[in-house]
């Protein structure tokens, strides 16, 4: 005697859309709850306190062809100063118009020239 019910018939009550929808979103809800308890990636800005202001590097890029020279602008108590070029091997810096200003105490000059005076300092 044969049953009535076949494999496949039996199968597709397990297999119904609906639960398959419902599996779908609960691990989608799972997987964005995870997502979004992640951190999110830091934004570290260099910031030092020179002579009583407080200056930051807003963006650094350093030149291809000379590795002592990087475009730099700089927030000085939360000001945000126009693109400068900062020279660290001749300790200058040119402005945008041109106009070459050597280093002095308290300007961004710290700030910017870190990452070659660190390269400096290795190959001594």
């Known amino acids: 005697m044969t049953s009535q019910f076949s494999l496949p018939q039996m199968l597709i009550p397990f297999f119904s859309i609906n639960a398959v929808l419902r599996k779908s979103l609960i691990a989608?809800?799972?997987?964005?709850?995870?997502?979004?308890s992640l951190p999110s990636?830091?934004?570290?800005?260099?910031?030092?306190?020179?002579?009583?202001?407080?200056?930051?590097?807003?963006?650094?890029?350093?030149?291809?062809?000379?590795?002592?020279?990087?475009?730099?602008?700089?927030?000085?108590?939360?000001?945000?100063?126009?693109?400068?070029?900062y020279n660290c091997r001749d300790q200058i810096r040119i402005q945008a118009d041109g106009t070459v200003i050597p280093f002095e105490k308290g300007d961004p000059s710290p700030v910017v020239c870190r990452l070659y005076n660190k390269r400096r300092a290795k190959r001594r």
Request: glycine share 8%; aromatic share 8%.
């Open 41 to 85: 990636p830091a934004e570290a800005a260099i910031c030092r306190n020179i002579q009583g202001r407080r200056i930051c590097e807003a963006s650094l890029n350093r030149s291809a062809k000379n590795y002592w020279e990087y475009r730099a602008i700089v927030t000085i108590d939360g000001a945000r100063q126009p693109r400068e070029t």
């Open 28 to 36: 989608a809800l799972i997987g964005g709850m995870v997502l979004f």
